[in-house]
């Protein structure tokens, strides 16, 4: 499973939130993914509740997942809890938008 699952991710890290030049792995916004024999399920977030670009951006990580898992049902589920911040950021994601430890 973690062939799938690597698989799984970098078809993830395709997708970006446009006002964003990062990628939403990146950003954190994947919370969690489980693999079973027939189906995946990612819980994943967004920075903010309003963000105009949510069903398109939960439309290409279905659509990206599904490349990659040939026969199972992929289920996106947007979750708020725990709240979104800057922590869940990658290293490469904060030196990207000059977000080092000093500028937050």
Do not use: H
């Not at 939130?17 to 819980?43: C, M, Q, R, T």
């Amino acid at each position: 499973m973690s062939d799938l699952r690597e698989a799984i991710i970098d078809e993830i890290k395709k997708v970006y939130d446009p006002e964003i030049p990062v990628n939403i792995w990146d950003l954190g916004l994947i919370y969690n993914i489980a693999i079973n024999d027939k189906s995946v399920v990612i819980e994943m977030t967004f920075t903010s509740p309003t963000c105009p670009m949510m069903e398109d951006i939960l439309s290409q990580v279905k659509s990206n997942v599904e490349n990659v898992v040939s026969g199972k049902t992929v289920d996106v589920k947007l979750v708020w809890e725990p709240a979104w911040d800057l922590s869940r950021m990658s290293d490469a994601a904060r030196v990207e938008l000059d977000l080092t430890e000093q500028g937050w």
